[in-house]
Every structure is written in structure tokens, then in C-alpha cells.
């Protein structure tokens, strides 16, 4: 027996031909349920119908219908409804678009609370750009998911209303409730029958539920059906309307009033549509006729007069910071990282990549969509580096000069709050305000109905290929509307593996991330940029509908290798987990050692790292956030990197063989590299032999030379940006999107 789908897409078309094509496919793109699409075509006079052919025979999931004449959406969808298999019926416009993940969350809420229909956010996007994407649903709806009972739905799908009409949205319906119902669509209905139709399963006993994440893309362009009140098309809805009354006054008398107030609003939407009418035959008498009937439909002369202006104005949607045209050649970023700078690995590979595409003749640009990576800090300063992006933007930040500032009150309370924990520390004043909070990982928060607002509004207008700084951020692709881009993703490290490296001993300060998970996510773009091999093989042998493009962290060597002050070492690092506990391993088990040998041996440690250590040891200087490491590498005679934890490229060991630096490492900081660096530094994995190998190291001076040349050669030969990113801006150069 045939297994049955999920979901049975409806897809009522009419000279739909030029967005059919993409419509078809994001319904076929829906992840983790089986759909089928049911096209039925109205009669189309363009080349919709051999679109829709093709579609058919490319995948035995499409299923193509034509009616015998052009009779309007309703017959078309009852048609649709009529050969569905699927357990669920979800409309589809022609012209519109769907999130990947759309119909499985849905399902999912529904199954939760036992609703019978279920819709979500409309995303609207206008298809000429003349103004820009935004959300459909006001705060009061999008808060959190809440039922809409007949009342409330009543109450607001008023037409011309001044909030937005819930009959506008496109829900998923159980098909077994239709069929119990016999409930179907009113053909006589142009416009509206979406809304007719939920209205009377509503009377039917339909438990309606709304899940306000935007996943519904609707677009609206000249042909839109849904934008055009014909007096026939307003006559129809009122004809509707004495129907749906009775069946009010018969099955809840409670909502009539309700009901009414619905009615005036579309007695005054008629009035209009004929006064518009009259005013475009010049027709005086008849508009003056109309509107000493229907005075309320004047009212409504301020939406054409809204627009109108607004259209002299640009739409009132100035960008938060003005940005150049972006050419035809670029390359989209997307990041919820914090990054001023080249001052943790993460940023400064983020950067060496938007370089790599720079130096290769394309355009980079940075979208930051959430405030979140301000933390508790509500200003930074661009670091010079940043200049490699044509354009940044963050959500709820504005940039002046060398600073960015934040202008979300959020961050700006944040702030205040961890300001006044430390205040009370320090007075020794305990409670609950005096705990201090770690801003969260911003770059895998959850996210939010404006961070996927805004990567609409400014990402749809740059071109080209779009990057995802982590896995976390290839949630925000399908929000960029262009279903043809070619997509990747930043891997940086493997996350799924930190999870299992940390265990009990100790929490990761990032996220945790299973490896089912973790592969579905990197699964989701056309390509994974991985930064060593080992990681590169994963993507390899895990997804393969994925290309692995091996691009490690480009090397900028100096001149010549040093070997350095032998009492110096030299520890950099941000302020992370593995650095920390890395850190912390060394200065309790493995420093005592060295110190007890080599009285005068000195550690500086450069990085945010040194925030998190409470107890430092003699002989160690905590140096913070340093401009130019240069001068520290120089002096240093060994780099030490004791990572216990972890995964990536340890971004820190390329720079330090790029200074031409002996290194005392552990296996972990060899991860993925171990062929290429495992004969140029010294590896140990226990606080004895690392002690012994910086000690060994420290008295011999023509060894640190000997391993300081060996690795300036390697990162010369192995991880020069020539080597490092050939692979990468060979897939950003083949055929345009």
C-alpha cells in the first residue's frame, strides 16, 4: 500500500507562471513530512500550464489539474480538496513562498493542543521592492501561540480595519474535519474565501490555533488577486455575508453583535469600491450617491491617500544605516557573533574568509540580526580589519565613525543590571541583583520575529551567494526570498563533538549540540566551508548533500622565526570554555613543574581569557586584550596551548606558527592537523610531559630555533591564502545564482 502524505498542498493557479515554479518547490522543500502539491490550474492564458507539466513530471509528488473553464480560486481549491490524500490540506498561493520547516512546526503545535486548523505569520514581500518586507501579525497577536475563537476572529477581519485582518492568513487544515463538516469553499467568491471558509468551520466546532513565527511568505505584486475590491467582488462578499449570518443567529446567537460590526466594515468596503468606481467614470452624481449612503466608506479614501504619500516619501522605510548600492558580484555574511575585530578566532576567521572573497574579486557584506551580540555591552569600536565589508548592519545598532552603538533599550538595560550586580559584590551586598549573568550565546539564541524581519528587509538586496557564520544562522536563509541563491555554511568547529569532549567535568560556554542535529542543520546549505580536514571528512561521510570545502585559517607569516627569551611563554585565547579550563589545567597541574625547574620562567597570557581566572599564580601575568600580539610573539621563546577540550582549527597555533614560534601543544590543538603541524611542535597530553617538554625546550636553544623555522615553513607552505582558499573561491566564482 501507498504510503499516504502528511500534507496536501492546494495550489489554485491563474497566470501564475512566472513564481509557480518556486511556490511548487518550497512546498516540495518542506522538511521531516511526506507532501504531495495538487496544481489546478484555472484556465491560465500563459505559459503556466507546461510549467506546471514539468513540474509534474520532475517529481511524482506534483499532481496537475485543469478546469474546464477560468472560474476564480474557490472551484479551483474544492477541486484541489477533492483529490487530496493527505491528512492535512494547507493552502498554497501560486505566487507565494514557504519557510522549509513551516508545515513540520506547524503539525507539531497542532498535534500538541489538538487543533483542527493552525496558521502562522505572513511574511510580505513586495515583489517590485517599492517598499520594504515586514511582519504581518501586530505584537498583541505575535507574543506567543494563542487560540482564535470565533469572537476574536470576528473581531478582527473587519475590512479596511485598522489592524491587520486575520483573514488574510493561510491556514493547514485537518482533512478529516473537512470531510465531517462538508464544509467547502463558496464559489461565488473572487476574494475572501479563505476567510469565508474559516469562518463557517469555525461555526462548525474547528479549534483555530496561531503560531506567530513567520513562515508564510506572501507576495504581493500588481496580479495579486487578494489586493483588487471589485463592486462585484464586494457585492458577492455581502451576498456571503446574509449567509453566514443565519448560520450565526442558528449556531452562536452570542457572536451576532460581533458579527455586525463585521458587516458595517464591509457594507463601508463596498461603498467604497463603488465610490472608487464613480470617481473613475468622473461620475459625480453617482459618488455623491454612494456617499450619502454609505458615509463611512469616505473614511476610507485615507488608505489610497496613505499610500500615495508614502510612495512620495520612498515608503518611510529609510535603511537604520545608509549603505552603498551593492554590485552584482557579492557575497552575503550572515552573523549573530560579536565581531569588532580580528580578536577572537571565530571573528578572525569570519574575516580571513570575507577577505578571501574580497581578494577574489567579490563584494563581502555583513548582516548582523540581533541585538543579542551586544551582551551587556551597548557599544564597541570597529577594529580597522572590519574595513573588508562593504556594508554591516546589526539589528537595533547604528554605527558612528569607529563605534557601534546599540539603540535597543534591551541592551541598554542589560547593561545597567550587570553594572549594578558588580556594584553590590563589591559593597558585599548579596541577593538576587547581585548574581552575575553571562549574556548568552548570542550566536545560537533563539530567534526572533524581527531578527528574520530584518534579514528580509536588508539580505533580500544584496546579491550573490549568502554565508551562514555557524550552523545556527542557516534558520535566517530562507527569509532572504530568493529560493534559486546558493548557500553555505561557516562550520568553524564541530559543535556535536565539544558536546561529548566536556561531559561531566565541565559545561561548554557556548551551546550543546547533538550530531543528528548538527547534521541536519549543516544539511540545509549547498556547501559547508570546514576549517581542517577532520572536520572536511565529517561533512563528507554525514552530508552528503552537501559540498565539504576544505578552507583553513589563512596564516600571514613574518619574515623570519625567532627563538625567543627561553624563560618567556606565551598563552593567547578568548574567553571561552575550552580556553578556560585549558588555562586553568596549566596554571594548577603543569605550571608548579616548571616553576620548580626554572625559577625565573614568566607565562603572559594576552586574551579575554584572562577575565575568567580568579587565582593567579606567581610567575604569571595576565596581560588582557592586547592591540598588536606581534611584540609578545617576538619575545616570547615558547607558545603553550594546553586545550583539553574542543574542536576546529585552533586558530591560535596557525598564528603562532605564522611568528615562527616553538609550540607546546596538546592532541586536542592538533585535532585536524596532525599530519601537517604533528613534526613541527611538541605534543604532550599529560601535566608531566607538557612540563617536560617546555622545560627540555627552555634549555635548548637550537631546538626552539630548529621547531620556530620547521613551522614558519609550514604555515608558509600549507596555510598561505593562495592554498587555504582555492576550493573556496572556486564555488564562490562558478555559474551565478
Known sequence: MTKLPMISFAVANFNGGAFLADAINSALGQRDVDVEVLI???????????????????????????????????????????EAHGEWLAILDSDDLIHPDRSRRLIDEAARCEATMIADDLLLFDQDDLQPPKLFLERRNARAPRWIDLASYLDQT?????????????????????????????????????DDLVLRLLLAGGRYRLLPRPMYFYRKHGRSISHRLSSINADRMMAAAERQRAAIIAV??????????????????????????????????????????????????????????????????????????????????????????????????LIAIARAARDAGFEPHLLQPSPGLFGRTPFFRIRPEMAVFASHRIRGGRRFGDWMIATDPAVTLAAARGMLARLLRKARIGGPLSIDRKAPYAAAAPWQRDDFAFVSRYGREIPGPAIADYVFQSEALPYLLTPDRRTAT????????????????????????????????????????????????????????????????????????????????????????????GLMWFNTEVWPI????????????????????????????????????????????????????????????????????????????????????????????????????????????????????????????????????AEFTEWLSAAPN
Open 40 to 82: 489546478v490550474d484555472d484556465r491560465s492564458t500563459d505559459d503556466s500550464w507546461p510549467i506546471a507539466r514539468r513540474l509534474a513530471a520532475a517529481d511524482s509528488r506534483v499532481r496537475i489539474f485543469r478546469l474546464d473553464r477560468n472560474s476564480g480560486p474557490a472551484r479551483a481549491r474544492n477541486r484541489a480538496l477533492r
Open 158 to 194: 473587519l475590512m479596511f480595519g485598522r489592524h491587520p485582518n486575520l483573514g488574510f492568513l493561510k491556514p493547514m487544515i485537518r482533512r478529516d474535519f473537512l470531510q465531517s463538516t462538508n464544509v467547502t469553499y463558496d464559489e461565488s467568491l473572487q476574494i475572501a474565501e479563505d
Open 252 to 349: 452562536a446567537p452570542h457572536a451576532v453583535s460581533a458579527f455586525d460590526k463585521r458587516v458595517r466594515a464591509l457594507r463601508a468596503a463596498r461603498g467604497f469600491s463603488h465610490l472608487i468606481d464613480a470617481l473613475k467614470r468622473r461620475d459625480a452624481a453617482a459618488a455623491l450617491r454612494v456617499a450619502s449612503r454609505t458615509p463611512s466608506s469616505l473614511l476610507l479614501l485615507r488608505q489610497p491617500l496613505a499610500a500615495a504619500v508614502a510612495r512620495l516619501i520612498g515608503g518611510g522605510a529609510a535603511a537604520e544605516v545608509p549603505a552603498p548600492t551593492p554590485r552584482k558580484d557579492a557575497v552575503l555574511f550572515i552573523s549573530r557573533q560579536r565581531i569588532v575585530g580580528a580578536t577572537n578566532g571565530s571573528s578572525a576567521y
Open 490 to 581: 561557516l562550520m568553524h568547529d564541530l559543535f556535536s563533538a565539544r558536546t561529548s569532549q566536556f561531559g561531566d567535568a565541565a559545561a561548554d560556554s557556548v551551546t550543546a549540540l547533538d550530531e543528528a542535529s548538527e547534521i541536519e542543520l549543516l544539511g540545509r546549505t549547498d556547501a559547508v566551508l570546514a576549517i581542517q580536514q577532520q572536520e572536511a571528512a565529517f561533512v563528507r561521510d554525514h552530508v552528503p548533500k552537501a559540498r565539504a570545502i576544505l578552507a583553513p585559517m589563512a596564516a600571514d607569516p613574518v619574515a623570519n622565526a625567532t627563538a625567543g627569551n627561553a624563560n618567556e611563554l606565551l598563552f593567547v585565547g578568548s574567553n571561552t570554555a575550552p580556553n578556560i579550563h
Open 594 to 725: 616548571i616553576r620548580a625547574a626554572r625559577p625565573d620562567a614568566c607565562l603572559k597570557v594576552a586574551g579575554r581569557v584572562a577575565e575568567a581566572i580568579n587565582q593567579v599564580p606567581g610567575g604569571v601575568e595576565m596581560l588582557g586584550m592586547v592591540d598588536d600580539l606581534r611584540p609578545l610573539y617576538e619575545s616570547a621563546g615558547i607558545v603553550i596551548s594546553p586545550l583539553l577540550q574542543g574542536s576546529g582549527l585552533k586558530i591560535k597555533l596557525v598564528e603562532a606558527i605564522a611568528m615562527g614560534k616553538a609550540c607546546v601543544v596538546t592532541g586536542v590543538t592538533l585535532q585536524g592537523v596532525e599530519e601537517d603541524l604533528g613534526s613541527v611542535v611538541e605534543r604532550a597530553d599529560d601535566p608531566q610531559r607538557f612540563a617536560a617538554a617546555v622545560i627540555a625546550l627552555q634549555g635548548d636553544e637550537q631546538r626552539r630555533q630548529h621547531l620556530a623555522d620547521a613551522a614558519l615553513t609550514t604555515a608558509r607552505r600549507q596555510f598561505g591564502p593562495t592554498a587555504a582558499y
